[in-house]
């Protein structure tokens, strides 16, 4: 009897000391592992910010012809407007149908339909 106690007892020793030990190696593990990946996911973003910034840049530099060639068309569009009057002439129509419309209105003329566009 006292041989089968020693037995359980040894039995639930070497049990017991396996798990504390596994345990211990886990935690260390865990620790271990927790600061090699955190450092690995701050290296992995700083690449990948490194990619976004030049893939942006390359965008931008391919881009960027075909935006000034856009600006420059629609300034000079705006310039030849105004070279030929169109705008001028535009304002002053607004402005007049705006003046008509406000006299007609103080006495009491009929409405009529506005043909105001803006721009």
């Known amino acids: 009897m006292i ?6 007892l040894a039995l639930t020793t070497a049990l017991l000391s396996s798990v504390m030990t596994w345990c211990v190696a886990y935690l260390l593990y865990r620790a271990r592992m927790r600061a090699q990946i955190t450092q690995l996911r701050l290296e992995l973003a700083e690449e990948l910010e490194e990619r976004v910034r030049r893939g942006a840049l390359a965008a931008g530099e ?4 075909e935006f ?10 705006a ?3 105004v070279a030929r009057g169109d705008m001028a002439k535009e304002m002053a ?3 007049a149908e705006i003046v008509g419309g406000s006299l007609d209105t103080l006495f009491g003329a009929a409405k009529k339909r506005s043909t105001f566009r803006p721009w």
């Open 93 to 95: 129509r607004t402005g």
């Open 62 to 65: 391919e881009l960027l012809p």
């Open 68 to 77: 000034r060639r856009e600006v420059t068309e629609g300034f000079r569009e």
């Open 79 to 81: 310039m030849r407007g």
């Open 3 to 8: 041989s089968m106690n020693v037995l359980v």
